[in-house]
């Protein structure tokens, strides 16, 4: 990671709990806070970033799999089956991947 001479102030909120795992987290990688925070933002801002794409891989295998099991394909009232139900969910948790944006 390279950094410029001058940094930026960018300032930030987090509840205790991330406060103190990310205190403890640069603590046992002998780093600063900050510098976790910039190499988090440098990597998910990333474009086809290995671990994004990893994880919505993994998401989308569980979906196809979810869709083919019969046993999932039992309806409910409202017409949805279990496993279209079930990959709506999984859904709202892939990480999007927005292109950078070149100046």
Known sequence: MTLSKKLKPFM????????VKLKRFAKSKKVTM??????????????????????????????GLMSANTAAQMRFPSGK????????????????????ETA
């Open 12 to 19: 930030t909120y987090m509840d205790d709990h991330d406060y």
């Open 34 to 63: 900050a510098r976790v925070l910039r190499e988090g933002l440098i990597m998910r801002m990333a474009e086809e970033n290995p671990y994004m794409t990893g994880f919505n891989d993994g998401l989308d295998k569980a979906m």
């Open 81 to 100: 089956s279990f496993a279209e139900i079930m990959t709506d969910e999984i859904m709202q948790h892939r990480i999007r991947e927005v292109p950078n």
